[in-house]
T-cell receptor, first 117, second 111 residues
Framework: GAGVSQSPSNKVTEKGKDVELRCDPISGHTALYWYRQSLGQGLEFLIY????????KSGLPSDRFSAERTGGSVSTLTIQRTQQEDSAVYLC???????????????FGPGTRLTVL | DAKTTQPPSMDCAEGRAANLPCNHS???????VYWYRQIHSQGPQYIIH???NNETNEMASLIITEDRKSSTLILPHATLRDTAVYYCIVRVVFNDYKLSFGAGTTVTVRA
């Protein structure tokens, strides 16, 4: 597609339930990133994929959070046993990572707003 | 981004130039200045970046002081659609893939 897409755009769930958030990156982008943005907070890095591998998972806040990427394209972020503090906007970005590209510009999707009741 | 400081908010009249300041007094020699913006309910959007020379693209101009300790993003003819939170960050390209924004400057363009 023309840009990064994410689904669903909004998700309301009950505490303790599992949720899956989907990201479709820009076609051909090998790098994919997940971030979250809580109300009034800045951008928080979660995980980085290069192809199907995740060389950097350092931002995942707990073992309830996991992510996978298949076919070097679509990625899914899964949050198990959701807690109220997981409420945030979850943003996905992709880029054409390359040493000859000094910008390594990340293109962001519109985000998924997760509300845990 | 703790390495940059920006005013929390500013207003601008539609059609006028908006000048957004950013201080980055501890910037390292290999760090670039990047600007992003985030319109309400959308993901962040790259605007422009520079190392030490002034830069211009279709969206904005970036003026970096000679000592590189501060910069100004200029939106030459602000429109209502430019109302957004603007973030100034410094990063080393190639290595700094973890974008991190602080509070930024909330710019409100008024008719």
């Amino acid at each position: 597609g023309a840009g990064v897409s994410q689904s669903p755009s909004n998700k309301v769930t009950e505490k303790g339930k599992d949720v899956e958030l989907r990201c479709d990156p820009i076609s051909g982008h090998t790098a994919l990133y997940w971030y979250r943005q809580s109300l009034g907070q800045g951008l928080e890095f979660l995980i980085y994929f290069q192809g199907n591998s995740a060389p950097d998972k350092s931002g995942l806040p707990s073992d309830r959070f996991s992510a996978e990427r298949t076919g070097g394209s679509v990625s899914t972020l899964t949050i198990q046993r959701t807690q109220q503090e997981d409420s945030a906007v979850y943003l996905c970005a992709s880029s054409s990572w390359g040493q000859t590209d000094p910008r390594n510009e990340q293109f962001f999707g519109p985000g998924t707003r997760l509300t845990v009741l | 981004d703790a390495k940059t400081t920006q005013p929390p908010s500013m207003d601008c009249a539609e059609g006028r130039a908006a000048n957004l300041p950013c201080n980055h007094s501890t910037i390292s020699g290999n760090e670039y200045v990047y600007w992003y913006r985030q319109i309400h309910s959308q993901g962040p959007q790259y605007i422009i970046h520079g190392l030490k020379n002034n830069e211009t693209n279709e969206m904005a101009s970036l003026i970096i002081t000679e000592d590189r300790k501060s910069s100004t993003l200029i939106l030459p003819h602000a429109t209502l659609r430019d109302t957004a939170v603007y973030y100034c960050i410094v990063r080393v390209v190639f290595n700094d893939y973890k974008l991190s924004f602080g509070a930024g400057t909330t710019v409100t363009v008024r008719a």
